[in-house]
């Protein structure tokens, strides 16, 4: 297979394995940390009205979700890849970055979380995931 074409489809791949790490770790989060009582998070209106709610246990999960995901995809890119082995890597931790910015922007986190959400569950998880994956 030209190395072109297998990099973009393991860069598909890896874009679709790690937002299904992310969705997973999302729908258990509920039975392992419960919303607070009252607050309705099947909807982003719901969870916007409801993030006032939220305590820091609340952030646990999604930051998991956004750094699990980060990390199977830029993991798999890296190990399939047929070369551009870091650069591929990154490019997954672009794209989960880019989704954490339009969370940010869509949902009204404290400041604390977004810091920490956007600092370590991207670029340093896509590194990690290419570390491990040579």
Known sequence: MHPILR????????????????????????????PPEGADVTTIDGLVAAMHLFEPKHFLMPFLAHALGTLVGAFLVARLSAGHHLKLAIGIGIFFFVGGCINVYLLPSPLWFNIVDLTLAYFPMAFLGWKIAR
């Open 7 to 34: 990099n973009t489809l393991v860069l598909v791949g890896g874009i679709i394995a790690g937002s299904a790490v992310n969705m997973g770790v999302i729908s258990i989060s509920d039975s392992i940390i419960p």
